[in-house]
């Protein structure tokens, strides 16, 4: 078969490729910590699941309108208004199956042969193929450890051309949970008002924060007509398997994403939207534990990372990633994720799949147990020892 060649290009998110070789791992028998995967390790609230539930007993289980429930729409609406801190009208609001076909979107009505997209490296690799897919030419912007892995302004400035359209930058940031400040957020919105450019927000972690404040771009004066501000539910109400996702849009983009929409999934499913719409307005005790169980887990990695010899680790501030720096070991990150995974039962992420900053760099995810990770952290260090012991031993992550 012929393919086109857009389709043979295009890249992949390689933390399902690192889980599924992880799961091939066990499959012998072996026992494996999965540490790669981004996703909360808890269940859906239970307010949550009841409300599907009986969406589901009340016939909600046919086509719904294509930028989603009116109903939902308005709680976003009055959400973000509250929250980040900017007017926002549910007319302007649209919902999606994840959070992906945001960015896919995005581009498609924004990007084209000739056109560059600037993305963060590292950062989701899907930006860079996504941008790629649509025919622009994707621009790195490094983000550098001796820079806390935010935005230097500056160097984003030197990068901009007549024909940049769109900037994307993440918030707090996966992979390595650092967060834009006030002042660099002030600096990229002065930039794209000097310019005919667009602002992909992606905020899907910013209610997981644990230090400082997360600030929204679109709450700076004019960026809201700039800006498309991607949020979700799949990392705060551990709604992952469920594919909700959702943006705020500038008003002339909102025609153009509802027939991106139409062409490719229709509509959301509305008894999703409707369980949606219970964790966005119902009671937010889980959310709250959750994120303080992801502080406790972030202390316990970050402090026993930074006694492994040859490891250094930045403390995030947001998300639930970690970052370290492995150069020390004498090993690049995807030589000692190698290594992790085959010697110690342990799998994490090399840098380089979030971009080429991250040659020196492993990405683990704290979303597993502190059981789990203390394990983890133990194996770890016996590998660089040379005694990491008997991989059959590593304790699984829970279903």
């Known amino acids: 078969m012929r393919l086109a060649e857009r389709v043979t290009d295009i890249g992949t998110e390689t933390a399902f490729e690192a889980a599924a070789r992880a799961r091939a791992l066990e499959a012998t028998g072996r026992e494996v910590i999965h540490l790669e995967i981004g996703e909360p390790d808890f269940d859906t609230p239970a307010n949550v699941r009841e409300a599907a539930k009986r969406a589901l007993d ?20 009055a959400d973000a208004t509250e929250r980040k801190g900017f007017q926002v009208d549910p007319a302007q609001v649209v919902v999606t199956p994840g959070a992906k076909p945001i960015m896919f979107y995005a581009l498609l009505a924004l ?4 056109s560059e997209v600037i993305y963060p490296d590292p950062g989701f690799p899907i930006y860079e193929s996504m941008a790629r897919f ?52 002030q600096a990229v919105a002065e930039m794209v008002t000097a310019r005919d450019i667009t602002v992909l927000a992606d905020e899907i972690y910013g209610r997981i924060v644990y230090d400082g404040k997360h ?29 909700l996702g959702y943006a705020v849009l500038p008003k002339e983009l909102v025609a153009p994403f509802s027939r991106l929409i139409i062409n490719s999934v229709s509509c959301t499913s509305s008894h999703s939207q409707l369980a949606a719409l219970e964790a966005l307005t119902g ?41 370290p720096n492995v150069a020390g070991t004498g090993l690049t990150g995807a030589q000692l994720a190698d290594r992790f995974l085959n010697e110690a039962g342990v799998s994490v992420l090399a840098g380089t799949a979030f971009g080429t900053v991250g040659k020196d760099h492993i990405r683990i995810s704290y979303a597993n147990s502190r059981p789990n ?23 699984p992550a829970p279903a």
């Open 373 to 395: 990770l203390s394990r983890a952290l133990d194996l770890m260090a016996g590998v660089l020892a040379g005694s990491a012991g008997s991989p059959e031993s590593a304790v």
């Open 134 to 185: 649509a025919g622009a030419t994707p621009v790195p912007i490094p983000l550098r450890e001796e820079n806390g892995f935010r935005m230097d302004t500056d160097e984003l400035r030197s990068l901009l051309t007549d024909r940049t359209r769109l900037i994307i930058f993440n918030s707090p940031h996966n992979p390595t949970g650092s967060m834009l400040t006030a002042e660099d957020l």
């Open 58 to 77: 009340e016939g909600w289980t046919h086509y719904g309108p294509p930028l989603g429930l009116p109903q939902l729409r308005e709680a976003i609406a």
């Open 215 to 243: 600030h929204s771009i679109c709450a700076l004066n004019g960026l809201p007509d700039r800006t498309i501000m991607l949020d979700g539910f799949s990392k705060t109400w551990a709604m992952t398997g469920w594919r």
């Open 111 to 114: 990007a084209e042969p000739g």
């Open 283 to 323: 009671p937010q005790d889980d959310v709250a534990a959750m994120v303080e169980e992801f502080r406790a887990r972030r202390d316990l990695v970050v402090d026993g990372l930074n006694a492994i010899p040859g490891i250094r680790c930045l403390q995030p501030q947001g998300a639930f990633y970690v970052f």
